[in-house]
């Protein structure tokens, strides 16, 4: 099976500049999280869909950071305007179900990322 | 204090070691807890994960969770330049999606 597909996987900007990051998840996945990975830290969670709602939202700041999942497949991630605190890896992942896959665990698949710089 | 802790390292060792690599936490609520593997530039991959408390094996690989003491493991046997990566624990509720990351520790195994 395709894995998650991300693009692209490197965007270099200007403080107060706009940046967009796409996410294509796998076929069938339900749920889609966008998470960032500042380096030498471990991901965190900005939103989660389930289909084309949001699930949770609460770590996304939202003066700045917009996403949305069109059809309940693709999504976009925007931020408006960049701040230097932004260069992370911006990472994508999709699961199977909102709850749990057929064994239990919440298992998630990512993208390879896609890595801002803010200069 | 983080919700999960974790040594980044770097941690070193020689091809055939094992190595331990472990993480703490502090919210009881956890149920399931996983490992991922990080190559560099690359995105997570999930390792292993463990409901609840206990341990288990797959191959080279085994994961113990110590609920009492809120305290996870995760152990490579025979460990290889191919397991150089970066290794983070993350853990999440039962009804709740959001995991939470350790920070993750990076391991280089020398040939």
């Known amino acids: 099976e395709a894995g998650v597909a991300q693009s692209p996987r490197y965007k270099i900007i200007e403080k107060r500049q706009s940046v967009a990051f796409w996410c294509n998840p796998i076929s069938g996945h339900a749920t889609l999280y966008w998470y960032q990975q500042i380096l030498g830290q471990g991901p965190k969670l900005l939103i989660q869909f389930q289909n084309n709602g949001v699930v949770d939202d609460s770590q996304l700041p939202k003066d700045r950071f917009s996403a949305e999942r069109l059809k309940g497949v693709d999504s976009t991630l925007k931020i408006q305007p960049a701040k230097l605190e932004d260069s992370a890896v911006y990472l994508c992942?999709?699961?199977?179900?909102?709850?749990?896959?057929?064994?239990?665990?919440?298992?998630?698949?990512f993208g390879a990322g896609s890595r801002l710089t803010v200069l | 204090q983080k919700e999960v802790e974790q040594d980044p390292g770097p941690l070193s060792v020689p091809e055939g070691a094992i190595v331990s690599l472990n993480c703490t936490y502090s919210n009881s609520a956890f149920q399931y807890f996983m490992w991922y593997r990080q190559y560099s530039r690359k995105g997570p991959e999930l390792l292993m994960y463990?409901?609840?408390?206990g341990n288990k094996e797959d191959g080279r690989f085994t994961a113990q969770v110590d609920k009492s003491s809120k305290y996870i493991s995760l152990f490579i046997r025979d460990s290889q330049p191919s397991d150089s990566a970066t290794y983070l624990c993350?853990?999440?509720?039962?009804?709740?999606?959001?995991?939470?990351f350790g920070a993750g520790t990076r391991l280089t195994v020398k040939p």
């Open positions: 993350a853990m999440s509720r039962w009804n709740n999606n959001d995991m939470r």
């Open positions: 992942a999709s699961s199977l179900d909102r709850d749990r896959d057929s064994s239990g665990a919440n298992v998630l698949t």
């Open positions: 463990t409901y609840s408390s």
